[in-house]
Each structure stands twice: as structure tokens, then as C-alpha cells.
């Protein structure tokens, strides 16, 4: 085996000048004088990358068919171009090899077979390849990935392929979306200390092309009818979609999150349909789980968890929400910059969060405030007082904060509000970006390394390019099969 793999290489121009460089360096008596060592890193790494190609494209041709025909998904293919040379791109830079072509007994586009069996993705990448640019599509942008690749001495990508390949890899998730993330479950367990688990939900406004043609529809129809419309969120902008559902101990302390992230769409269809999904694996083998839903006040959230999938579930409004309100209230009696103020909103939070039956006493306080005010000079100020007085009014059977403590029970919806700042606002938010496409594919994949998920994904993402082929060779009037095995 070891003279099988010497002979290979000894046959490789690549190991030969390798070879050559490294007995150079070996004879030179003072090599910082010739090349310094990080010069000689560099050189390394390009020598040994060069042999890494020979390499990969030696083994990559052996996934090529030399026959009379193929049929790969029912279909007859026949040879219609001999030894085609293509350039790939690979995670160690360009490979090059021959490889022949087949197409259908009518004619139209033909196929690869050493593309099919290898795995090889969009026509172009190595699966490894794909894999880490993908991933990094998920941290930064397109340019940043393709010189970071550079950085790294390797001949990579160039920033369009970079950008064009996760939209491209997005498509084919959304396509297989249901029963690739129903595998993922399968493959996670459930930890026997859970005792709870949370559904929370929320968005995030993202600068959106789409948002911004929507926005100038709007005031051009609303000119047109002389009236002054708005719209909902700030111009150009359009909502993106977050989920999470998270396990908890007794203590409260959370164990894992699984997280979802959705570009804009009616009603979050998407996204609930993928908690629903979340949550119902997760109570099938523990139904024992105590469920809680868990969001701010927004009613748009509310609505969704007012079905029967949540009947027995205990609906906490987020406390850190409640806090801010609650500060906005005080503000408007005593002012902004009061001192009276401040203490007093840091009263009313501790009694709201640790008293039984705080709120109720909020309330009080509150309506107590309301009835000081007074005189002109102070209508508006008390028509905001009004309105957070009205909002704990609406949410106070969702605010037994100091029960929900002693049951163990999260009071607070810093995952999802965590979620709308990584998985979107991070990425999707920076200095002068503005989307049309390509929102979703990275949401994706940053949903999948969040949850840890990544790696699992990836297989089935991979494996979905992986197609097994059968070799025809004909004999005058008969024909021979050959069943060739899909990669594993």
C-alpha cells in the first residue's frame, strides 16, 4: 500500500518540485538570508497546495464513466463528448481534469457523470469547498469571503460566486426544507433534566429593496388620493421573522435553543409552521414538558399563540418588555431626567417582578399617577401614561412574575430578542446594505450554526448531490449494466 502511494506520487510534477524546494532549503547554510521564514511558509504552503491539487484531481477523475451510455434517474443518457477538460474550484484552489459528457437519445443539455457521482456542487465547487464558503456566507459578506480565501493563499472564489452560491444552495434547502429539518430532529434527543420548554417569537426590521419600492408605491398612491397614508415600520424596511424554542431545567436555566429566522412573509407563515414542527417532536417523547409562551405585548405574537396548540400552555409577557413600559409610564408623570422618577420605576419593577399580585398593584399605583394629572399643559404626558396604563391593563393575566418564578419558569424573552440581533441584525443590518435576495440563505445558515445543527445539515445538503449512475455498455443487440454505488 505505502509503494502503491510513493509510486503515485513520484509520477506528480507537483511532488517533484516539492521535493526541490525542500532539499534547497535544507542546504542553505543561512536561510534568513535567502528567504526568511515567513517567506518560506508562504512558499510551503503554495508547494504543498499545488501537490493537494494533483492530487484531488488524480482522485476526482476516477469518477469518471467511459461507456456507451448512462441512466441516471430512469433516463438513457449517450456519450457525446470525449475527455472535456474543466476547472473546478477547490478548497485548496483550481483542479483540472478530463471527463466525458452524455445526454438524452432526443438531444437537450447533457450531464456529468464524474459531477454526479463525486458530489461535485453547482457544477463548480468540491463539496468541501461549498461547505466552507457557505459557512462563511453565514459571518460575513461576499467580498470578505473571497479575500479571506486569498488571505489564506488559497486561489479561491471570486466574490460573485461567492455571493451567487448560498442563494443557489438556499434554493435547493427550501425545496427539501420540511423533511431535511424533520431529520435533523430525529437525530436530537430531548435532555433528560428538561422540565420545560418555551416558544418565543418576534422580528426585526431589515433595509429591503423590496420594502423600499413598496414604500414609494404607497406615497405615490396616497398623492394620488390626496391623503397622507403610512406605513407600518420605516420606509424601506420590511420585517424579518424570528423564532426559538428552548429547553429549561427546574432552575430555569437554559439548556438548548433551537432558532429560526425567516425573511419577510405574510403572517410568518413559514416560521410558525416551523415551531409547531419544533415544538410538536419535542412533545411527542416528552409530554410531560411544562409549555410556555413567551413574547413581548405585540398582538401580532399573541394571535399565534392563541390556538389550541397552546391551551395548556402558561403565556408570559417578556418581563424586560413590561420594565419598559412600565419606565415610559413613570417617565411621563415625573419627566425623563427625574431623579423622583428614576427611584420610583425602580420601586414599581421589583414589586412587579417579585411581589405576588405585583402588577395588580402597578396598576393601582399607575391609575393613581393618572388621576394627579391634570390641566392642558400636561394633556399629552397623560395620554401616554394613559396608553402603558391601558398596555398592563391588556397583558396583567400575563405577568405573575413572581409565580412563574416559583414554579421555575423563564420570565424573560432575551433568547429570541438575542436571536433577532445575531441571527439577523448582525449580519443583515450592516453599514449601507440594503436586500432584494439572498436574505434567506443566509437566515439558513445561520439558523443551522446557532442551533448547532450545521454539521448535520451539511450532510444532507451534500449527500442531495451525490446521484448513483448505471453504466450501459452494448454488445451488438444486448446490453450490459453496471450498477455503479452512490458515494457514501
Known sequence: MTQDIMSTLSGLASFAKLQEFLMARSQEGFPEATLTFEAFEVELGHAVRGLENELKAADLSRYDLDTDAVIVGGTEWHKCLCGQPKTYQSASGPITVSRNLYRPAGGGKSICPLELRAGVIAGLYTPVLARQVSYMMGQMTSEETSKLFNELGVSGPSSSSCDRLPKWLSTVWEDNRKAWEEALRQHEEVPAEASVVAVSLDGVMVPDKDGQREAKATREAAKEQGVCKQRSGPAGYREVGCGTVTLYDEEAKRLSTVRYGRAPEYKKKTLTEQLDAELASMVAVRPDLQLVALADG????????????????????????????????????????????????????????????????????????????????????????????????????????????????????????????????????????????????????????????????????AGHFRVEVIAVRKRGHLRELTFIQKAA
Open 298 to 461: 405585540a398582538e401580532e405574537n399573541w394571535r399565534y399563540f392563541d390556538r389550541p396548540a397552546y391551551d395548556h400552555a402558561i403565556k408570559i409577557v417578556d418581563h424586560g418588555h413590561a420594565s419598559q413600559h412600565l419606565k415610559a409610564a413613570v417617565a411621563a408623570y415625573y419627566g425623563d431626567k427625574s431623579v423622583e422618577g428614576r427611584a420610583e420605576y425602580e420601586r414599581l419593577r421589583i414589586i412587579v417582578r417579585d411581589q405576588p399580585g405585583g402588577v395588580a398593584q402597578v396598576i393601582a399605583e399607575l391609575c393613581g399617577l393618572v388621576r394627579k394629572m391634570g390641566g392642558k399643559r400636561l394633556k399629552r404626558r397623560r395620554k401616554l401614561l394613559l396608553a402603558e396604563l391601558t398596555y398592563f391593563k391588556n397583558q396583567s393575566d400575563r405577568m405573575d412574575y413572581a409565580g412563574y418564578q416559583a414554579q421555575g419558569l423563564p420570565i424573560g424573552s432575551g433568547v429570541v430578542e438575542a436571536a433577532c440581533k445575531t441571527l439577523a441584525t448582525q449580519r443583515l443590518k450592516r453599514s449601507g446594505m440594503s436586500w432584494r435576495d439572498g436574505k434567506q440563505a443566509v437566515l439558513t445558515i445561520r439558523s443551522l450554526q446557532q442551533s448547532d445543527r450545521w454539521a448535520s445539515a451539511w450532510a444532507l445538503l
